[in-house]
């Protein structure tokens, strides 16, 4: 696939992991679902990105907002606070690595953004809609359309090879069979497994199937691309193409990502580091 | 809608083609099975019915009997009738036929039962009695003085009414029979058995005989004329042929004179409908047992099913398909082995049975029937642990709790 370079802005990251004030970056710059599967090729805008916690001046380019979101979990008889009252910012096209140590409430913080888990109170506003309204159905559908996720293990559907691994929500949201097929050559091919489109799960290394799953999230083109540990189950050498991948991605597509990591390498190539402990946002 | 349907028949087809071959295997044999037994009780009932039905009308009725009219005790010119109803082209043979009852003693025994009176050569020609002698030899017409019987009369040869019977009578023996206050002794010419109890509590006479201790000697009477009918031949029709005729003594199909069959046959259908219960529970917790186990195993796949946005329903409905698709597989192969396979090998090797030899006799309805309720057991047995499962919570179906 060709990605237009020239399109990508450079982009300039603070210590704390911010995007300086008045840096610019592609982003698509299109309302939810405006995009096609298969369509990389987006113009950028300029965005002003959100600081650590947020920015309130800068709700415009705003993709994702989390506002005092606390998630309890009981656990026999002792209740686990796993977030509490966390607010958080995403802006468009910005590539963010949630950190912290195990039990910090990463992957929770993760799940509430990306509509996986429901919040015991707060709000998560994706594109200006009030997610905590909507029934499980309508966030599933929400989800189909909008989001995509790469799970720490793939978590690919055994049974369907690459190419249909890629196309089932595209098959879900209705596309023809010429459609999602195509999308999904592409995608997997911009991936790197162009040569591996009827190849089943079990037969592919780690890596391989990582690339799938990246390739699954992406065909629909979401607005954000939720990625839970990536790497956990990948060697450096691995972790590092996965991690590329996603920059390519972000900086060549405007893809906004959120990504749950432990390794502050794999954060280096995130724009922005959400750092959380005991549930709260340090700043 | 078309393309949830089209995704749920994806996930299904993709299960069933790549996933765990050994579980696919043993699923729709087990379906197999139970569609066998949910057909076969049905198959053997029938083909007992039709068992009863040939001992019917091949050792006592015939197709169609006439009998005499309403309030008369006999058929008046009997033989002219009978040459009358010989004259259809799908008619046989016809038996006019004597019929009264009498007491029978022999030794200290006495017994009850239905005496007949034929014409041995006309009779050959309706049933199949001389073919049913277990001992001696059957009547011929010259003779007097002789007395076919059948084993429930006789005793002995497995009778299954043994206490009630004269007790272990053998050919050359002489019993007393009585009718109407006239005895006479008769020689055992033979013995038969039809293996119908209803047709063994009989015995035969000679028309001469009987027509002498009724005293209606030289009359041409009869109290019956059983009419036996070209195979396949419709019994109405045979009815409405004998009727345009001018006959008009009563005309009864052998139907009429089926009733403890029937009842037995109702008996065996309840049976039938019980086993059918039974099988088709057992049929939806094997079912829903696989399924479970099934889906169980793929909570994480269905967690991520969810996670990317496939419709809770559309999950649903593929494993409905699957199990949709292992009872059609179950159903054909069940009907394949019935239909080309065991049904065909009970006709060319009976199957003994206290009536003789039965084959199975597979009745498509019937089969279609147990196909539908297969089906149906199929889905009930599916949505349950899929809905339920599907239902769950997405993070502990991701996380596999």
Known sequence: MEIDRNQVESLVKTEGGNLKKGATRKTTGQPINSRQPGDFRQSGDSIKPSGS?????????????????????????????????????????????????????????????????????????????DTSRMSDSEKGR??????????????????????????ISLMMQGKSKTEYETAAAEILTAVGLGDRLQQLPSKMSGGQQQRVSIARALAHSPEVLFADEPCANLDSQTSKEVLELFKKFNQEQGQTIVMVTHEGWHAEYADRIIKLKDGIIQV | MLEKARVSFFLASRSIGRGNKGITIFTVFVLTLIFIQLVLFSSMLAGVTLKFNELMVDFQTGNVVIEPKTEARFIEDASSLQKKIESLPQVVGTSARLKTT?????KEKEMGTTVYGIDPADESFVTDLEDAMISGE???????????????VSGGFGALMESRS???????DTVELTIGGVTRQFRVKGIYTTRYFMADASAYLTRADLEAMLGIEDRDFAQEIAVKTTDGTPEYDTRTALLSLGISENIRT?????????????????????????GLLIAFVIIFVVIYVNIVNKKRQIGVQKAIGIEQNVIVASFVLQAMLYAGAGVILGYAFMRFGLAPYTVSHPVEIPLGTMSLKLDSAEALNRAVLLFLASIVGSVIPAYKLAQRDLLDLIWGK
Do not use: C
């Open chain 2, 102 to 106: 009498g007491n029978f003693r022999y």
């Open chain 1, 53 to 129: 916690l947020f920015d309130s001046s800068s709700i415009e380019g705003i993709i994702i907002e989390g506002i005092d979101i606390v998630r309890t979990f009981r656990m026999g008889e002792v209740q686990v606070r796993a977030l509490r009252g966390v607010n958080v910012r995403i802006a468009r096209g910005e590539f963010i690595a949630i950190m912290g140590p195990s039990g910090s409430g990463k992957t929770t913080l993760l799940n509430q953004l990306g509509l996986l888990d429901t919040p015991n109170s707060g709000k998560v506003i994706i594109e200006g809609t």
């Open chain 2, 166 to 172: 004269l007790g272990d009578v053998e050919v050359g």
């Open chain 2, 254 to 278: 052998w139907h009429e004179f089926a009733g403890i069959l029937r009842l037995i046959e109702n008996t065996l259908g309840m049976i039938r409908n019980i086993m059918n219960a039974i």
């Open chain 1, 142 to 167: 929400f989800r189909l359309h909008n989001l995509g996720y790469v799970f720490q293990d793939y978590a690919l559907l055994p049974e369907l090879n690459a190419s249909e691994n890629v196309y």
């Open chain 2, 138 to 152: 059957f009547l011929s017409r010259p003779d007097r003085g002789e007395v076919i019987l059948g084993r429930e």
